[in-house]
């Protein structure tokens, strides 16, 4: 499949991590570690540190952005994304724009429509089907997006009202570059119309990540989801950001070898996982070829992977960022 792609973007790459480097002690040693890891970050070329929104064992967003930045001077830090079934959009507008505020208008603003099973059954969260969470997501963007701006704010949908509301504080940044991501032809088609940002992910329709994501993760899969957003995108689809995370992202010798070993897990063969933008696998010099590769082919030119590979991913950073 031959695919259109928006106009070609300069590599970014950035780091998504929930936690202190090696998890929580109960101490104060925490804070310290997560401020040394976005210290890191930055020192390393990353351009930004993300953080997903989960109810398991992680920090809370806003406090955890904020210390974030505060420990450094250029880093960007963004949502990997907020989940909008976990708080009024109202609330996430003021608390989305005190961080840009209080960052010097860092934030890169993600949003989703929520998917990990365990959060909602374990925090007693209604899970509606998909289609009514991604129509109540589309909606918050509206009302977030016009608090953000000037003036009150009047919205009647199907799942919130709002009436003669101001947005306060005001967000530095003007406008707040928006990232939306998944693996569906709905959400996708959303982020076509609203995003600056969109993250090209694998369908989380099940609740968990596991081996029945893997069709969705194919260079096929990725092919038509990129047909979906140019579809959808009009006159905007050239100034789009095509975003990625990485789930697997190791430097080995033997990309085959560890394709073949880590592949079954995912649901995938070797030479699929080899394929799948959310994978990467071999030398340093293997690497920047696939990424560089991907770009040409995809698009993708914003690059995340977790934690674990912040020092052995440097030297690609050093490389292509920005090129």
């Known amino acids: 499949m031959s695919v259109r792609l928006p106009r070609q973007k300069p590599f970014r790459f950035s780091i998504q991590a929930s936690e202190p480097p090696g998890g929580f002690t109960g101490s104060a040693d925490d804070g310290d570690r997560w401020r040394a890891l976005a210290r890191q970050v930055e020192s390393l070329g990353y351009d930004s540190l993300t953080i997903a929104d989960h109810l398991d064992s992680q920090f809370a967003i806003t406090p955890a952005l904020v210390s974030a930045a505060e420990a450094t001077t250029t880093l960007k830090i963004g949502t990997l994304v907020w989940c909008n079934d976990y708080r009024h959009p109202v609330i996430l507008a003021k608390e989305a724009a005190t961080i840009d505020l209080l960052s010097g208008g860092r934030l890169e603003f993600g949003i989703g429509a929520g998917w990990m099973t365990t959060d909602y059954e374990q925090a007693g969260i209604p899970l509606d089907r998909p289609g009514i969470r991604i129509d109540r997501m589309a909606e918050a963007i509206t009302i977030i997006k016009g608090l953000f701006a000037t003036g009150p704010v009047d919205f ?12 306060t504080p005001k967000p530095l940044q003007s406008p707040v570059p928006f990232l939306i991501g998944g693996g569906g032809k709905k959400v996708l088609t959303i982020a076509a119309r609203e995003a600056d940002i969109i993250g090209i992910n694998v369908a989380l329709t099940a609740g968990v990540i596991d081996a029945s994501a893997g069709p969705n993760a194919t260079a096929e899969a990725t092919e038509e989801k ?98």
């Open 156 to 167: 009647h949908g199907d799942h919130y009202n709002i009436t003669g509301h101001e947005g």
């Open 226 to 323: 990129l047909q979906w957003i140019a579809d959808a995108a009009g006159d905007r689809y050239d100034d789009l950001e095509l975003q990625t995370r990485v789930h697997l992202a190791v430097v080995t010798d033997d990309r085959e070898g560890f394709a073949e070993m880590v592949a079954p897990a995912l649901g995938l063969t070797g030479a699929q996982a080899l394929q799948s933008p959310h994978a990467l696998a071999g030398t340093v010099d293997q690497l920047c070829e696939t990424i560089i590769e991907r770009r040409e082919r995809w698009g993708l030119s914003y690059i995340t992977v977790g934690a674990d590979a912040v020092e052995s991913f440097a030297p690609i950073v050093e490389r292509l960022a920005g090129t």
